[in-house]
């Protein structure tokens, strides 16, 4: 499965961002995140990304309900999906780039808009 930067941008303002503020360091911080994966290889690496239990909950939890995400007993082991390492993909290539294929000017004034209504 692979995964073009409009269905990456469609995945990613639905679930992760809204466009404001400063999305492509919230991308690039995901990328890190995603790249952690397995993290059942991969704790100390996730812990220092996310120190604090709490926070790190939220956001593998969020993964996981954004279908990226699949795991055992605990979410601090969990792999990525099909899914999730399609997006892992499309926004590593993206990333040089600052994203501009998913953050597209006009991709971007449209959520804008969406999220104002």
């Known amino acids: 499965m692979a995964m073009d930067p409009k269905e990456a941008s469609n995945l990613l303002f639905d679930h992760f961002i809204c466009g404001c503020g400063?999305?492509?360091s919230g991308l690039e911080w995901l990328l890190d995140l995603l790249n952690f994966h397995?993290?059942?290889?991969?704790?100390?690496?996730?812990?220092?990304?996310?120190p604090d239990i709490g926070q790190r909950?939220?956001?593998l939890g969020q993964l996981d309900c954004a279908d990226l995400t699949e795991h055992g007993g605990t979410i601090e082991g969990a792999w990525l999906t099909e899914k999730g390492?399609?997006?892992r993909d499309c926004l590593r290539a993206e990333a040089p780039?600052?994203?501009?294929?998913?953050?597209g000017q006009e991709l971007l004034v449209n959520k804008l808009m969406e999220c104002a209504e």
């Open 97 to 103: 780039n600052e994203f501009r294929g998913i953050l």
């Open 57 to 59: 909950q939220l956001a």
């Open 22 to 24: 400063d999305p492509v």
């Open 38 to 50: 397995p993290l059942y290889e991969n704790q100390k690496a996730l812990q220092d990304l996310l």
């Open 85 to 87: 390492t399609a997006l």
